[in-house]
């Protein structure tokens, strides 16, 4: 069973940040937070993880609150492409474990 | 980046052939790889957990004389549908499991469709 709850969906506005909500409360201390999205009819997209400090790349950035319990992906400046599936997954990272995906979230992003 | 290849990318066949899809990590080792199956509207299901040298272990409802899966090096994994039927016809996908960092990439996906 997925351990997440995020929005069934979300609208957004072109330019504006996007900031998807994702609850994790059963959260253990060795699991990490990932994000990964799944542009319709392709394979899912990396996009960020983390353990517990917030993390930011070229595509996001992860906010992940002090007590591991919830976090939230940004997207600062949303674009039609970012319109996708979101999976927020909280996973071990160790050998010979698989991702589990939950249904996610369905962000679209309008002009 | 991290490239994982699937081949083909989508298939037609008629009911009762047998159907295999190739899943390649093109730049790092992946001693695991995971097969998962997404029909229309639906998330990700993983169907299977595929071990170079060994055997895969199956997620429970997935017939494994059904859905066969070879590991045979640290850089290929093959799923193969037999005696296929319109029931089977979904968009099947791979992750490969980085053995340096135990990140995982997935695949592009293939279509499958069994007439």
């Known amino acids: 069973d997925a351990k997440t709850t995020q929005p069934t969906s979300m609208d957004c506005a072109e330019g504006r940040a996007a900031n998807l909500p994702c609850n994790h409360s059963t959260i253990s201390g060795n699991e990490y937070v990932y994000w990964y999205r799944q542009i319709h009819s392709q394979g899912p997209q990396y996009i960020i993880h983390?353990?517990?400090n917030n993390e930011t790349n070229e595509m996001a950035s992860l906010i992940i609150t002090e007590d591991r319990k919830s976090s939230t992906l940004i997207l600062p400046h949303a674009t039609l492409r970012d319109t996708a599936v979101y999976y927020c997954?909280?996973?071990?990272?160790?050998?010979?474990?698989?991702?589990?995906f939950g249904k996610g979230t369905t962000l679209s992003v309008s002009s | 980046g991290a490239v994982v290849s699937q081949h083909p990318s989508r298939v037609i066949c008629k009911s009762g052939t047998s159907v295999k899809i190739e899943c390649r990590s093109l730049?790092?080792?992946?001693?695991?790889m995971f097969w998962y199956r997404q029909f229309p509207k639906q998330s990700l299901m993983l169907m299977a957990t595929s071990n170079e040298g060994s055997k895969a272990t199956y997620e429970q409802g997935v017939e494994k004389d059904k859905f066969l899966i070879n590991h045979a090096s640290l850089t290929l994994s093959t799923l193969t549908v037999t005696s296929a039927h319109p029931e089977d016809s979904s968009f099947y996908i791979c992750s490969a499991q980085r053995d340096s960092s135990y990140e995982q990439y997935f695949g592009p996906g293939t279509r499958l469709t069994v007439t």
């Open positions: 730049d790092f080792q992946a001693t695991t």
């Open positions: 983390g353990l517990k």
């Open positions: 997954i909280v996973q071990a990272n160790q050998a010979g474990t698989a991702l589990i």
